[in-house]
């Protein structure tokens, strides 16, 4: 069985601090992807980040960060400079190669960023 | 443009009424998911199809139904048997390993 934890519920922060959201996976695939999603209060999942498990180069792709380690099974993601926009619902999330597009996400992380 | 897109945005329903949520994309995508999001919680996968005329349960398909008959199209109805319908509905659709999303719908049961 695959599982998602993202143990940081909610985080708040001042505008310009840096934030980092954790998230911790469990699977048997040896190979798999790793995903984050953004999700504004509109509602609608915003695409961030594909990480192959065979691929454990850090990507920095603007103020995002995204920090992963196999050995421990995390796949971290920072914000540097945070900005208000970022207010958001952070969902991590797992799908083996084989497993037919079936994913499994975790519980997500409410970050809010105040002027 | 392209991309999914979902109707109603809010949708309200008696109980005992069954309901249809309608998903199109025009990204000539292959795979078509329905995902199921509770307040606090993470996305439960209700159905997905992977080819026109086929679909598979996911984790929470009771009470539920789909069809596959267009490449664009996955419809899903939300039947009286589902004992705790209020929620927001998720529409993904992708490639292969990516999935995209689509507004979501908000149903809610009075």
């Known amino acids: 069985a695959q599982k998602v934890t993202q143990a940081q519920t909610e985080i708040s922060v001042v505008e310009k601090e840096d934030v980092t959201l954790d998230c911790v996976y469990e699977?048997?695939?040896?190979?798999?992807?790793l995903f984050w999603y953004k999700q504004p209060p509109s509602g609608e999942l915003v695409f961030l980040i594909r990480?192959?498990?065979?691929?454990?180069q850090n990507e920095i792709s603007g103020r995002y960060s995204w920090n992963f380690q196999k050995s421990t099974s995390s796949f971290n993601f920072t914000i540097t400079a945070s900005q208000v926009v970022d207010s958001a619902v952070y969902f991590c999330?797992?799908?083996?190669?084989?497993?037919?597009?079936?994913?499994?996400f975790g519980d997500g992380t409410t970050l809010t960023v105040k002027p | 443009d392209g991309g999914i897109t979902q109707s109603p945005k809010y949708l309200f329903r008696k109980e005992g009424q069954n309901v249809t949520l309608s998903c199109e994309q025009n990204?000539?995508?292959?795979?078509m998911y329905w995902y199921r999001q509770d307040p606090g919680q993470g996305l439960r996968l209700i159905y997905y199809?992977?080819?026109?005329?086929?679909?598979q349960k996911g984790d929470i398909a009771e009470g539920y139904s789909v069809s596959r008959e267009k490449k664009e199209s996955f419809p899903l109805t939300v039947t009286s048997a589902q004992k705790n319908p209020t929620a927001f509905y998720l529409c993904?659709?992708?490639?292969?390993?990516?999935?995209?999303f689509g507004p979501g719908t908000r149903l809610t049961v009075l």
């Open positions: 199809s992977q080819i026109v005329n086929d679909f």
């Open positions: 699977t048997r695939d040896t190979t798999y992807y």
């Open positions: 993904a659709s992708g490639p292969g390993t990516e999935q995209f």
């Open positions: 990204l000539n995508h292959d795979a």
């Open positions: 990480r192959n498990s065979f691929d454990e």
């Open positions: 999330a797992l799908r083996g190669a084989f497993s037919a597009g079936k994913s499994t």
